[in-house]
Structure formats: structure tokens, C-alpha cells
């Protein structure tokens, strides 16, 4: 089975969440709960699919790492996106977990100091997992 559209599918993803993410933020900042509650489980559903079409791509590759094509400065700006993002993608689904609960216990105090933490992780995850996939597939050091 070809799984080789996965990285373009997880890529996707990764700008929904972004979108869910921004557009959850502006009704939440509106006290618009309900709404931003529904938009906020939606990114939470559709980073938990990345999450999956992510192992499952990596599965298929026997693990194996998809090298950086370019070289000097690009390639330092490549590894300090990818060590952040790495390191601060772990931590988002304990978070988003978490403020799922508090959310859910209409603890907002609670639910709002985590948020100030978690919703820049999350944000920024989302958003470098896009240009990620961008450096390693599309910018001009791929070209053949």
C-alpha cells in the first residue's frame, strides 16, 4: 500500500488544528463557550488524527527519518524548528487533555491560567508541523 501522500495529509491537519485553534481563541475571548468548546474539540480530534496518519507514516517507513535536504543556515534553521517542535509536541496532548477536563468541570479560572500556556505551545506545533513539511518537501533546496 502507497501511504507516501501521508506527509501532504498530515500537513493538512496540522493547518486545520491551526485555524480551529485561532477561531476557538476569538469565541472563547467573545464568551462564546459553547462554541469555542465545540471548535476546540474539533482540534483536539483532528490533532489526535495526525497523531495516528504521523505513527502510522512512520510505521510504513520502518522509522526511518526523512533527511533534510538543504544545507548551511538552512539546515541550522531546519533542526532549531524541529528540535522546538518535537519537544513541545509532547506535551500537547497531556495539556489539551487537561484542559479538556477543566473545561468540561466549568472550571474556567482554572481552564484560562493553563490555556495561557498551553494555547502558544499548541499554536505554535500546529504551525511549524506545516513548515516542517514545507522544508523537507517543497522549498527550493527539493527542487530536481
Known amino acids: 500500500m502507497d501511504l507516501s501522500f501521508l506527509p501532504a ?3 493538512a491537519l496540522n493547518a486545520t ?5 485561532v477561531v476557538a481563541r476569538s469565541f472563547a475571548k467573545r464568551r462564546e463557550y459553547v462554541t469555542h468548546a465545540r471548535l476546540m474539540t474539533a482540534a483536539f480530534a483532528v490533532s489526535a488524527l495526525f497523531l495516528f496518519f504521523y505513527v502510522s507514516h512512520k510505521v510504513w517507513k520502518d522509522f526511518e527519518n526523512t533527511p533534510f535536504p538543504g544545507e548551511g543556515i538552512a539546515r541550522g534553521i531546519y533542526l532549531g ?5 518535537v519537544v513541545l509536541a509532547m506535551s500537547v496532548p497531556v495539556l489539551a487533555i487537561r484542559l479538556i477536563w477543566l473545561g468540561r468541570q466549568d472550571r474556567r479560572d ?5 490555556a495561557r500556556v498551553a494555547w502558544p505551545i499548541w499554536i505554535y506545533v500546529s504551525i511549524t508541523g506545516v513548515v516542517i513539511y514545507a522544508m523537507l518537501y517543497h522549498w527550493p533546496w527539493t527542487a530536481t
Open 17 to 21: 488544528a491551526t485555524v480551529l485553534l
Open 110 to 114: 482554572a481552564h484560562r491560567r493553563l
Open 81 to 85: 524548528i524541529l528540535l522546538t517542535h
Open 9 to 11: 495529509l498530515n500537513a
